[in-house]
């Protein structure tokens, strides 16, 4: 797909996984909404890209905070690529150590965001990108959702965080099959471990040996990997309806 001169909305484009794809695609030419409840961050991040970037200040699971975006994005009728990055972890067990179950209120929030706030921005984007006018083999455009390892290899205390995120990696192929015929794509991408604001808040010894858990290369992953792997896939259109792990090979042990 010829992505230059179309538009894009990120979510959670404020920091991390999000920033670095917001930055990419600017760099290929795309504009870029970033969609976050971060406004000052998202702010940070247009201004570091300059123009023909812009935010929208708002929550993946409001419905009509995400139809605000999509439609910013969409204006002038060019919107091609929505990627989801907004979202986050929990650390919970079935049962605490005291026996008691697991509370169902964290468990709750996280499928929210994670998984509705994904299904918001899936479904509004895929809407206005229907609208749009296709291009070599009848493509309208992609969208890119964020999974990640721990829906394969879920660690003691991630049942929230592994159960939303297979629920991500779950809706790829129906997506993918419900939208094949107005000519859009979805793709997965299941990050391992990464440098994001989230693992920076660990002391340093504690990151390094995280990085060197990873098969190869030794290390965690960089937010711009991931921003270059959302860019191929928004210009290779035979990429769809798949799963693609960025991970350096890890397989997450049990803790």
Same mark, same amino acid.
């Given at each position: 797909?010829?992505?230059?001169?179309?538009?894009?909305?990120?979510?959670?484009?404020?920091?991390?996984?999000?920033?670095?794809?917001?930055?990419?695609?600017?760099?290929?030419?795309?504009?870029?909404?970033?969609?976050?409840?971060?406004?000052?961050?998202?702010?940070? @991040?247009?201004?570091?890209?300059?123009?023909? $970037?812009?935010?929208?200040?708002?929550?993946? $699971?409001? /419905?009509?905070?995400?139809?605000?975006?999509? #439609?910013?994005?969409?204006?002038?009728?060019?919107?091609?690529?929505?990627?989801?990055?907004?979202?986050?972890?929990?650390?919970?067990? @079935?049962?605490?150590?005291?026996?008691?179950?697991? #509370?169902?209120?964290?468990?709750?929030?996280?499928?929210?965001?994670?998984? !509705?706030?994904?299904?918001?921005?899936?479904?509004?984007?895929?809407?206005? !990108?229907?609208?749009?006018?296709?291009?070599?083999?009848?493509?309208?455009? @992609?969208?890119?959702? $964020?999974?990640?390892?721990?829906?394969?290899?879920?660690?003691?205390?991630?049942?929230?965080?592994?159960?939303?995120?297979?629920?991500?990696?779950?809706? $790829?192929? /129906?997506?993918?099959? #419900?939208?094949?015929?107005?000519?859009?794509?979805?793709?997965?991408?299941?990050?391992?471990?990464?440098?994001? /604001?989230?693992?920076?808040?660990?002391? #340093?010894?504690?990151?390094?040996?995280?990085?060197?858990?990873?098969?190869?290369?030794?290390?965690?992953?960089?937010?711009?990997?991931?921003?270059?792997?959302?860019?191929?896939?928004?210009?290779?259109?035979?990429?769809?309806?798949?799963?693609?792990?960025?991970?350096?090979?890890?397989?997450?042990? /049990?803790?």
């Amino acid at each position: 797909m010829e992505i230059q001169g179309c538009s894009a909305v990120v979510t959670g484009g404020a920091s991390g996984l999000g920033a670095a794809t917001a930055r990419k695609l600017a760099e290929l030419g795309v504009r870029v909404t970033v969609f976050d409840r971060n406004e000052e961050g998202a702010k940070a @991040v247009v201004a570091e890209l300059g123009a023909g $970037t812009n935010v929208v200040a708002g929550d993946v $699971t409001d /419905p009509a905070d995400c139809q605000k975006a999509v #439609d910013q994005a969409a204006e002038g009728g060019n919107l091609r690529i929505a990627v989801n990055c907004a979202g986050t972890g929990w650390v919970g067990r @079935v049962i605490n150590r005291d026996g008691s179950p697991h #509370d169902l209120a964290p468990f709750q929030f996280i499928q929210n965001l994670n998984v !509705i706030g994904t299904f918001n921005v899936m479904t509004k984007a895929a809407s206005a !990108i229907s609208a749009t006018e296709p291009q070599i083999d009848g493509e309208r455009g @992609v969208i890119v959702n $964020t999974a990640s390892v721990a829906a394969f290899d879920g660690q003691i205390g991630q049942l929230a965080y592994s159960a939303s995120k297979g629920a991500v990696v779950g809706m $790829t192929l /129906p997506a993918a099959r #419900d939208l094949a015929v107005v000519g859009i794509r979805v793709v997965a991408i299941a990050p391992g471990l990464f440098d994001t /604001p989230l693992l920076a808040m660990l002391p #340093d010894e504690q990151r390094e040996a995280l990085g060197r858990s990873v098969n190869f290369p030794m290390r965690l992953g960089v937010p711009a990997e991931y921003g270059e792997l959302v860019a191929h896939i928004a210009t290779n259109s035979y990429l769809n309806a798949e799963v693609i792990r960025l991970d350096g090979g890890i397989r997450m042990p /049990p803790k």
